[in-house]
């Protein structure tokens, strides 16, 4: 099911003062990209526990997502909880994880991660490029992003969609909203902080490496 609570103000109005755009771009690359090599080294150590125990350090991960929103004002504290939340990201798809690797082995989570990587700065590098800005699309992709947690939930119990075709839906939103995201980055932040803008990238990034390891590990399975 696909994580989606976004960071505010793709919503709502100003919530910080303007930031450069290039001293932006470095301050949330290098948050994210810290973010991610600590979910993915949770991942990893923890690919063995029990998926009640990955349950329990979601719901964690979720009310650290509420909190960092709720002391975004607090850059420090905000960024403290954002790396707390990313290791809780790790532990909750640790299991996952380890669940890919022991029916596939490690190279379908490694081609995922790769290719995540690899198309988020191709989305990027397009927004850059050629100044796409699709913010104005922003509210559609979420009305679809809702819908799609809805579907997930509902398929939890009363299974009605493939699970591929799920992680495709989820792929394409998400990479819109990366398009959005870096649209945003591109002008400044549209009043976000450096932190809340990462967390909105970091949450694309996971969501986008969900649906690439159901789609790769479908493949592998029909093999």
Do not use: K
């Amino acid at each position: 099911m696909a994580y989606g609570l976004q960071p505010q103000n793709r919503y709502g109005g100003p919530v910080a003062p303007a930031v450069p755009a290039h001293s932006m771009l470095a301050q949330v690359l290098g948050i994210t990209a810290l973010g991610l090599c600590v979910t993915a080294l949770a991942a990893w150590l923890f690919q063995d526990l029990s998926p009640g125990i990955g349950l329990m350090a979601m719901i964690l991960g979720l009310i650290l997502l509420f909190s960092i929103y709720a002391v975004r004002r607090n850059e420090g504290l905000s960024l403290l909880l954002f790396y707390a939340f990313t290791f809780c990201e790790g532990v909750g798809i640790a299991p996952v994880i380890g669940q890919y690797v022991r029916a596939f082995g490690p190279d379908v989570v490694v081609n995922a991660a790769l290719t995540t990587g690899l198309g988020m700065f191709a989305l990027a590098a397009i927004v850059y490029a050629t100044g796409l800005d699709l913010r104005r699309f922003q509210g559609i992709f979420m009305i679809a992003l809702l819908g799609l947690i809805v579907v997930g939930i509902v398929s939890m119990f009363v299974r009605f969609i493939h699970p591929e075709t799920y992680a495709w839906i989820t792929l394409v939103i998400f990479s819109g909203l990366v398009l959005i995201d870096f649209a945003r980055l591109r002008a400044g932040g549209d009043g976000l902080t450096p932190v809340l803008m990462a967390t909105s990238i970091y949450l694309d990034a996971i969501n986008i490496f969900l649906a690439l390891l159901q789609i790769f590990g479908g493949r592998r399975a029909s093999d």
